[in-house]
T-cell receptor, first 114, second 111 residues
Framework: DGGITQSPKYLFRKEGQNVTLSCEQN?????MYWYRQDPGQGLRLIYY???????QKGDIAEGYSVSREKKESFPLTVTSAQKNPTAFYLC?????????????FGSGTRLTVV | KNEVEQSPQNLTAQEGEFITINCSYSVGISALHWLQQHPGGGIVSLFMLSSGKKKHGRLIATINIQEKHSSLHITASHPRDSAVYICAVRSKGGSQGNLIFGKGTKLSVKP
């Protein structure tokens, strides 16, 4: 079955370390997105990519970096510059970025920085 | 004020009850999404609508563009419906791909 795979489900890192979250899709979707979810808040967009080798900053991109070398993969790196990295991270994809396209979401990665 | 407001924040129902979750928004939109987030965190897309009404099984979503309001209804609720329901809008003036999310409504259905 097609879908989005995020790994790992839980991730623990020491403060000051960079960490990379994986997101892979086999839906042949062009667009991919990374969102951050904090308790009591709506999801916020970190980065999105409309096509391979292209990506754009979202509302809260500071302290994060991404790459899109393959259509299927959109890894997110949480750098040491991110002030409050502990959060739930969700990856999503869509066939395109036009308004008529729906979204498919992954199951998320819960990152805890200690 | 948030651009997308959901009510109620929390909802407890008995199995079999009819449930309504509301979403109001303040921006012009091109589409509205209803999402379901399971306790483990994964999100499933339920509906995407830009006008009228959609139905899937026991779920019904309606939208009134003039009043900037949408409702999600669950008929004959069941404990497996317990989840967080999230409303998200695609604003007309927003950057491509950017949804504006509500904070969610946590639904608990008791047997």
């Amino acid at each position: 079955d097609g879908g989005i795979t995020q790994s790992p489900k839980y991730l623990f890192r020491k403060e000051g370390q960079n960490v990379t979250l994986s997101c892979e899709q086999n839906l042949n979707h062009d667009a991919m997105y990374w969102y951050r979810q904090d308790p009591g808040q709506g999801l916020r967009l970190i980065y999105y990519s409309q096509i391979v080798n292209d990506f754009q900053k979202g509302d809260i991109a500071e302290g994060y970096s991404v790459s899109r070398e393959k259509k299927e993969s959109f890894p997110l790196t949480v750098t040491s510059a991110q002030k409050n990295p502990t959060a739930f991270y969700l990856c999503a994809s869509s066939l395109g970025t036009g308004q008529r396209y729906g979204y498919t979401f992954g199951s998320g990665t819960r990152l805890t920085v200690v | 004020k948030n651009e997308v407001e959901q009510s109620p924040q929390n909802l407890t129902a008995q199995e079999g009850e009819f449930i309504t979750i509301n979403c109001s928004y303040s921006v012009g939109i091109s589409a509205l999404h209803w999402l379901q987030q399971h306790p483990g965190g994964g999100i499933v897309s339920l509906f995407m609508l830009s006008s009228g009404k959609k139905k899937h099984g026991r779920l019904i979503a309606t939208i009134n563009i003039q009043e900037k309001h949408s409702s999600l209804h669950i008929t004959a609720s069941h404990p497996r419906d317990s989840a967080v329901y999230i409303c998200a809008v695609r604003s007309k003036g927003g950057s491509q791909g950017n949804l504006i999310f509500g904070k969610g409504t946590k639904l608990s259905v008791k047997p």
